[in-house]
């Protein structure tokens, strides 16, 4: 093979198969996932860089927003929110709603080169199948019996004689718009089911805030030992106080007793010698009534060794802290 030689020219069927995948994958970048038609202009990007016909958009945000107002009766007010279809992105709206959201002018450019190719080279999407049972029919009717697009010798000869049928056209607009209403209908119950998880979740924060009521709960514990534990002081200060007092005077008084009672037995030792005296004289001499006399001396008054006054009544305290409860449940007990 020499250097001029170049290779074989694609045949047209080849090259005819190749332009229509590539046209068939291109048409399906340009599907709307709302509408599942090819996007409408004007088409909008949304912040995740998905891509819907602006009158989708409005009506998925209307469907999520339902109580808010419209102006010129299709377009979208102030502010809002819906999620991106394809990836559940949260879209926050501004001020000029769907009108606010930037419009992707590269896809509705490669729309119309689409449909300029489409008009240049005829129609690339895939011919209509073809029956299985006659072979060189095309399928263009629909059972409505057996729920399947069949053809019309199926009808007139095949296994589909006897059933209803209905022009293949009107079968597919209606089921086309009754599954653009099931999308819609799935858009707006997944926006609700996601704010309940929204609302779930929030009151799974809220719900573990109750770690501060228990902190709450501990403090207020905490202050009432810290009072009972201050007033326990006090009282046994004051317990202390009176013993130590009354002890103090009790040990005082028995010293003078015990230093009286000294002198008495200095006494009776000197009595018991002048019991032996027998000069008269001096018998009469000793004073022996000088130790004796007692009076002088002060005497524990009867029960003022007594601390009964001390005891506490705690039978009320108890059952005031035994009762102690969650104010709310009080309530509903009451």
Same mark, same amino acid.
């Given at each position: =093979?020499?250097?001029?030689?170049?290779?074989?020219?694609?045949?047209?069927?080849?090259?005819?198969?190749?332009?229509?995948?590539?046209?068939?994958?291109?048409?399906?970048?340009?599907?709307?996932? @709302?509408?599942?038609?090819?996007?409408?202009?004007?088409?909008?990007?949304? &912040?995740?860089?998905?891509?819907?016909?602006?009158?989708?958009?409005?009506?998925?945000?209307?469907?999520?927003?339902?109580?808010?107002?419209?102006?010129?009766?299709?377009?979208?007010?102030?502010?809002?929110?819906?999620?991106? &279809?394809?990836?559940?992105?949260?879209?926050?709206?501004?001020?000029?709603?769907?009108?606010?959201?930037?419009?992707?002018?590269?896809?509705?450019?490669?729309?119309?080169?689409?449909?300029?190719?489409?008009?240049?080279?005829?129609?690339?999407? &895939?011919?209509? &199948? =073809?029956?299985? /049972?006659? /072979?060189?029919?095309?399928?263009?009717?629909?059972?409505?019996?057996?729920?399947?697009?069949?053809? $019309?010798?199926?009808?007139?000869?095949?296994?589909?004689?006897?059933?209803?049928?209905?022009?293949?056209?009107?079968?597919?607009?209606?089921?086309?718009?009754?599954?653009?209403?099931?999308? $819609?209908?799935?858009?707006?119950?997944?926006?609700?089911?996601?704010? @309940?998880?929204?609302?779930?979740?929030?009151?799974?924060?809220?719900?573990?805030?109750?770690?501060?009521?228990?902190?709450?709960?501990?403090?207020?514990?905490?202050?009432?030992?810290?009072?009972?534990?201050?007033?326990?002081?006090? =009282? *046994?200060?004051? @317990?202390?106080?009176?013993?130590?007092?009354?002890?103090?005077?009790?040990?005082?008084?028995?010293?003078?007793?015990?230093?009286?009672?000294?002198? *008495?037995?200095?006494?009776?030792?000197?009595?018991?010698?002048? #019991?032996?005296?027998?000069? #008269?004289?001096?018998?009469?001499?000793?004073?022996?009534?000088?130790?004796?006399?007692?009076?002088?001396?002060?005497?524990?008054?009867?029960?003022?060794?007594?601390?009964?006054?001390? *005891?506490?009544?705690?039978?009320?305290?108890?059952?005031?802290?035994?009762? @102690?409860?969650?104010?709310?449940?009080?309530?509903?007990?009451?």
């Amino acid at each position: =093979m020499g250097t001029d030689s170049v290779l074989p020219p694609l045949s047209l069927d080849v090259r005819g198969t190749a332009g229509l995948y590539v046209m068939e994958s291109l048409e399906k970048q340009l599907i709307c996932p @709302i509408c599942l038609e090819m996007f409408t202009k004007p088409v909008v990007i949304l &912040p995740c860089q998905h891509n819907l016909c602006r009158k989708c958009a409005n009506d998925i945000f209307q469907t999520s927003n339902p109580y808010l107002s419209t102006r010129s009766g299709s377009t979208v007010t102030s502010g809002g929110r819906f999620r991106c &279809p394809s990836c559940r992105h949260e879209v926050v709206l501004d001020r000029h709603g769907v009108y606010g959201l930037q419009r992707n002018l590269l896809v509705e450019n490669i729309i119309d080169m689409y449909k300029q190719g489409s008009t240049r080279g005829g129609s690339l999407k &895939p011919e209509q &199948p =073809m029956c299985e /049972e006659h /072979e060189d029919e095309k399928i263009n009717i629909y059972c409505v019996t057996c729920s399947a697009p069949t053809c $019309s010798l199926c009808k007139v000869f095949g296994a589909h004689k006897d059933c209803e049928v209905a022009p293949l056209n009107d079968v597919f607009n209606k089921q086309k718009a009754e599954l653009a209403d099931c999308v $819609s209908m799935l858009v707006g119950n997944n926006e609700r089911i996601q704010a @309940i998880v929204s609302q779930l979740e929030e009151t799974c924060r809220a719900v573990d805030n109750g770690r501060r009521q228990k902190s709450k709960v501990c403090e207020t514990f905490d202050h009432l030992f810290a009072l009972l534990e201050e007033k326990k002081s006090e =009282m *046994t200060v004051r @317990i202390n106080a009176e013993q130590e007092e009354k002890l103090d005077y009790i040990r005082g008084l028995r010293r003078k007793y015990t230093e009286h009672l000294d002198g *008495t037995a200095k006494l009776l030792e000197t009595a018991i010698q002048t #019991m032996d005296e027998s000069e #008269m004289a001096l018998f009469l001499q000793v004073n022996l009534n000088a130790g004796s006399d007692t009076s002088h001396l002060d005497k524990v008054q009867h029960g003022y060794e007594n601390m009964d006054h001390f *005891t506490a009544d705690f039978e009320h305290q108890g059952r005031a802290l035994s009762n @102690i409860d969650f104010i709310k449940r009080k309530q509903r007990l009451h």
